[in-house]
């Protein structure tokens, strides 16, 4: 048998669980599911690419790529800059949006207004871009072998690698840094949380900001294997949540896994029945999770 | 010119009253339940469908049609809308609240996908045509076929309204309410607030399955793309313009939206060069999007809010 | 006279505007003291130790610390300011180490302090040494519970406040509790508590106060209320006496 697909339902994984964590994060310490996630992963990419092009045609286009990856430098500082300004484009819908609801203390309705942006954002992207996809790059990447007859390319090898990183990053953070503990703190109980000391607002930021951190990661990861499209964060919003509550709300390793899980699987559907009903895996994870044990892997609370 | 104007008119209600009906489902789910879903396309294009399946002519390369009776078609869409709600709805509706986003959110995908690919029984991406209209007798002369619709439609607007209105102030709705403002009732009324939650899940998505056959028959063919996430998204704006919790203003609110929604794309139409209309199109939702969003912070009660006043206290602080 | 270390002036709070729960209450602690309060079931007694806390919304009054006005601080920086507080219940991040519980309380001091006071508050809860890297939810009651009292004294608070410290536990327990916070008041730590517990709280405090209805009913020595039957049976409730909530 030929398990080539389990490659690409690895990279996939990778990416759907980067995102997985930042609504995790984000739904553990806001208390709401966060419908524009999808926007800030799109919004990461375009960025990212406005900015690679920028920079490659400061240098004249001669910024070359590194090594056998199929991008060169910009693509990195690019993303890392875009990265940021993903962070600080939630921080800035908290404030315009979010805050406002959050005092009335109903999270259906910041569900609501969270779908409204991710409907807004998205469409705006639409009219800047057109709904015509975009690539990083248009080149084509020979394949090495990577054991068990599976062949993985230089470009799946680093972002396997990246993400394994960043998981590492994340899980050092969030044990060992004092933002780290305020946020499990927030996440498990805000009310004792603020009595301790911690202030809740700079919290949130924080998680806002971490979110659009790894939305970036998650949709420039997307871009670079497959192409870039307005609806692209969009189409990942089931993944993310079903990986997310399959891992358990608020567990980041649970979201990882998650992801990961979502990612085979769906690779898996693809060799069955085919492409065409891809998306529709992630609905009958999250079914059977929610039928099975509705607190996830790791969850702690339902 | 006139009578075109007044064709139009019609034409132009008898749209905005079917996205009105479903506005009206969905104010049973929102309104009176507090319960969010994200998942208006799926409903409305599985009772679309279904009636299109039932109601079509025999054709050769697809599954169906089976050439019923119109009224048996939007029947069997309600129910079996109803039906998929209350899958969904035993699942989601025992787990928090967000739960049941998400998940209406993923059964619309999944219908999309399946009226994409099924090919053998949706028509895949070619949708369904020929779906019989009603009065298709008076084609030929459009000012009366078009006014027979909108008595067919305002008549069914208002004996949706009516049932509505009489379930909502009687003793049902009463106890809906109760649930949705009053974490206590509903903790006395135990596993029967479950119940209740589901009894107005399943009726607001047959309301909605009802209105998208009513829709499809109207128009006469329908396609994938009349079911994306777009058309939730505008029923929300409906019901949150207009006012949640208050059928008047979930009618009113789809008058409004539908008539912006037109206006501005009729405009946009005239304005913008035809290789920009995509844009122009993506334009009018994130406007939509913002106007959704401020509503929400500014006035959420919208413009006609509830009558009752119960939750008055909560919703003002 | 000297200045009282926190100072409540006619303080009217509650959930809901035109619905005080605490209505017109003043108190002052003093630098150094334990000062109790008491009264029945529904009094207000834990709506005005969140109030002054800043969980509740003040309607009126002030409130001091030490001179400086706190009505409208916000909470978490009430713990930078010298003012501790233990809630009644789900006190401590369960699914969060001991060790863990104390270093986000410490988190609000300057860097270099933090590690020698989560020492000192091991010193100070040797029971709670043993365990540093247990989940706080698996820890007994009152382990619990001394981990809320250690949690709230990291920030080196000049005051601390305890809502029901005895609610829940056995009256073994409620002893071990009490001369724990005996101690710290040996360290020079003020204590305002609200207690249920009026026979114990009483045999503890220097001072108390007796809420009902949401005001000041009685207040005097602790030892002379402990004394006054009648007080007892009017507002304190016979059984209430014998120990636990």
């Known amino acids: 048998m030929n398990l080539q697909f389990l490659a690409d339902g690895v990279v996939m994984g990778a990416l759907i669980g980067l995102g997985a964590v930042g609504v995790t994060l984000s739904y553990s310490i806001l208390r709401f599911a966060n419908f524009a996630h999808g926007e800030f992963i799109a919004w990461g990419t375009y960025m990212t690419l406005v900015l690679t092009t920028a920079i490659s045609t400061l240098f004249g286009g001669h910024t070359g790529t590194i090594g056998p990856l199929s991008f060169g430098w910009p693509l990195l500082v690019a993303g890392v800059a875009a990265a940021a300004l993903t962070g600080g484009l939630a921080v800035a819908l908290d404030r315009l949006l979010f805050s406002k609801l959050r005092s009335k203390g109903n999270a259906i309705v910041m569900v609501m207004a969270s779908f409204g942006a991710s409907m807004a954002l998205r469409s705006l992207l639409e009219f800047i871009f057109t709904s015509r996809p975009a690539y990083f790059t248009r080149d084509i990447q020979m394949a090495v072998p990577a054991g068990l007859g599976i062949r993985l390319t230089p470009d799946q090898f680093f972002l396997i690698f990246l993400t394994m990183i960043i998981v590492v990053v994340m899980d050092r953070f969030l044990s060992l840094s004092a933002t780290g503990r305020a946020m499990r703190a927030v996440s498990e109980n805000p009310i004792l949380a603020r009595v301790a000391g911690v202030d809740v607002e700079r919290v949130i930021r924080a998680t806002w900001i971490i979110a659009g951190i790894l939305a970036t990661a998650s949709g420039v990861m997307l871009g670079v294997t497959v192409q870039i499209r307005p609806f692209m964060g969009f189409d990942l919003l089931l993944p993310l949540f079903a990986a997310a509550i399959l891992g358990g709300i608020g567990s980041m390793s649970g979201a990882m896994l998650g992801g990961l899980i979502v990612g085979v699987a769906e690779a898996v559907a693809v060799q069955i029945v085919g492409a065409d009903y891809r998306a529709a895996v992630a609905f009958l994870i999250l079914i059977a999770v929610l039928l099975v044990k509705p607190s996830g892997l790791f969850g702690v609370r339902e | ?317 | 006279m000297t200045r009282a270390l926190l100072d409540v002036d006619t303080l009217e709070a509650g959930y809901e505007p035109g619905a005080s729960i605490v209505r017109g209450v003043s108190l002052k602690v003093m630098a150094g003291e334990i000062v109790a309060v008491l009264g029945p079931n529904g009094a207000g007694k834990s709506t005005l130790i969140k109030a002054i806390a800043g969980l509740v919304s003040k309607f009126s009054g002030c409130v001091t610390l030490d001179g400086a006005d706190i009505t409208a601080a916000k909470v978490h920086e009430l713990a930078r300011r010298g003012l501790g507080f233990v809630p009644q219940t789900e006190n401590v991040f369960t699914l969060m180490s001991v060790a863990d519980n104390m270093r986000i309380a410490a988190d609000v001091l300057p860097k270099a302090s933090r590690s020698e006071q989560i020492d000192a508050m091991f010193e100070l809860f040797p029971d709670l040494a043993r365990q540093r890297q247990l989940a706080a939810g698996r820890l007994s009651g009152g382990q619990r519970q001394m981990l809320a009292v250690a949690r709230a004294l990291i920030a080196k608070p000049h005051i601390v406040m305890l809502d029901e410290a005895s609610a829940g536990l056995s009256p073994k327990l409620v002893g071990q509790v009490f001369s724990k916070l005996a101690e710290i008041r040996a360290i020079g730590i003020t204590i305002l508590m609200v207690e249920q517990n009026a026979k114990a709280a009483l045999a503890l405090a220097d001072r108390a106060l007796i809420l009902v209805e949401g005001a000041i009913a009685h207040e005097g020595p602790a030892k002379a209320i402990a004394a006054d039957r009648s007080i007892g049976r009017l507002y304190l409730g016979a059984r209430r006496s014998e120990g636990g909530a």
Request: with cysteine.
């Open chain 2, 1 to 317: 010119m006139i009578l075109d104007l007044i064709t139009y008119g019609a034409f132009f209600l008898v749209t905005a009253l079917s996205y009105g009906i479903i506005c009206l489902g969905l104010n049973v789910q929102w309104g009176q339940t507090g319960l969010f879903n994200v998942g208006v396309a799926g409903f409305v294009a599985i009772g679309a469908y279904t009636s299109a399946l039932l109601t079509t002519p025999d054709v050769v390369e697809r599954f169906g049609g089976f050439d019923l009776p119109i009224w048996i078609g939007w029947i069997s869409a309600a129910f079996v809308s109803g039906l998929a709600a209350a899958f969904i709805g035993v699942i989601t509706l025992r787990l928090r609240a967000d739960y049941l986003a998400i998940t209406t959110f993923g059964i619309a995908i999944t219908i999309q996908l399946v009226v994409l690919n099924a090919i053998t029984i949706t028509g895949g991406p070619f949708g369904i045509g020929f779906i019989p209209r009603p009065f298709s007798g008076l084609q030929e002369h459009p000012l009366l076929f078009n006014l027979a619709n909108l008595s067919l439609v305002c008549g069914i607007t208002g004996g949706v309204y009516y049932a509505l209105e009489r379930l909502i102030h009687g003793p049902w709705g009463r106890v809906l309410r109760a649930i949705r403002e009053d974490e206590a009732a509903a903790a006395s009324l135990g596993k029967n607030a479950k119940v209740f939650r589901l009894q107005a899940f399943v009726l607001g998505s047959a309301v909605m399955g009802f209105a998208g056959a009513i829709q499809a028959h109207f128009i006469g063919f329908i396609a994938p793309e009349n079911y994306l996430s777009a058309i939730t998204f505008q029923v929300w704006a409906m019901l949150i313009i207009g006012g949640s919790g208050n059928n008047r203003g979930a009618l009113l609110g789809a008058i409004l939206v539908w008539a912006l929604w037109s206006i501005t794309g009729a405009a946009l139409g005239l304005i913008v060069p035809a290789e920009y209309q995509a844009r122009a199109a993506a334009l009018q939702i994130v406007f939509i999007g913002i106007g959704l969003a401020a509503i929400l912070v500014v006035r959420p009660r919208g413009l006609l809010g509830e009558v009752t006043k119960v939750s008055r206290v909560l919703i003002d602080r």
